[in-house]
């Protein structure tokens, strides 16, 4: 009897031995694996989303939701990256652009960026102004800023970089490298994230 319960002991043993090492061989933690219907996502992979976007864009603020529940579904295993894409006829997306990165130097990008998605049919100088005193941030600072144009060039910048990768309307996501365009579902973001996370 002894002899049997021992020979189960070891082989319960191996068996925990052999999945241990099955999962340092593979890089996966199994305290931090999620799945996600058939999909096994392993924690140690993340996902880089680009977004290309405009303040003044409905579709943009449609797909800001969008990226929300991707936060909450995935934490840390995505990253997401705001980039700013003024289109030509929206006469106040550039300027709000800039505002927001006067904002981001005073560690308050992400309120301000929620502030002008909320408030997209006042995004005039004086309103962009208002909205910096409504987040407490320093206004002689802030309206230096703004009225100098010290971030047109970041602006730019991000305008250009959207233009080399093809990107022609807002909002535009790049996941990874794979390309999304418009206010899509979360079902569509969640298809190609699950894919790259495999």
């Known amino acids: ?66 990226l929300k529940k991707i936060k909450e579904t995935y934490g ?33 990008f992400q309120e301000y960026h929620d502030i002008l998605f909320e408030n997209q049919n006042k995004l005039d100088v ?7 005193s409504r987040l407490g941030l320093d206004r002689e600072k802030f309206d230096s800023c703004l009225d100098g144009g010290e971030k047109a060039d970041i602006v730019k910048k991000d305008h250009d970089e959207g233009i080399s990768k093809g990107v022609s309307g807002t909002p535009t996501f790049f996941i990874n490298e794979k390309k999304l365009v418009g206010s899509q579902p979360f079902e569509n973001f969640k298809s190609v994230i699950d894919s790259e996370l495999k």
């Open 126 to 132: 004086a309103s962009l102004k208002s909205y910096a």
């Open 1 to 66: 009897m002894k002899k049997k319960t021992l020979l189960l002991v070891a082989g319960i043993t191996w068996v925990i031995i052999i999945a241990l090492a099955f999962f340092a061989l593979n890089g996966i933690n199994p305290d931090n694996v999620t799945t996600t219907n058939t999909t096994i996502i392993s924690g140690n992979k993340t996902v880089d989303i680009t977004a290309y976007s405009d303040f003044q864009c409905q579709y943009c603020a449609r797909a800001e939701m969008t």
């Open 76 to 108: 840390g295993r995505v990253a997401i990256t705001f980039k700013h894409f003024p289109l030509p006829f929206h006469n106040y997306a550039k300027k709000a652009a800039e505002a927001s990165e006067c904002a981001r130097d005073q560690g308050k």
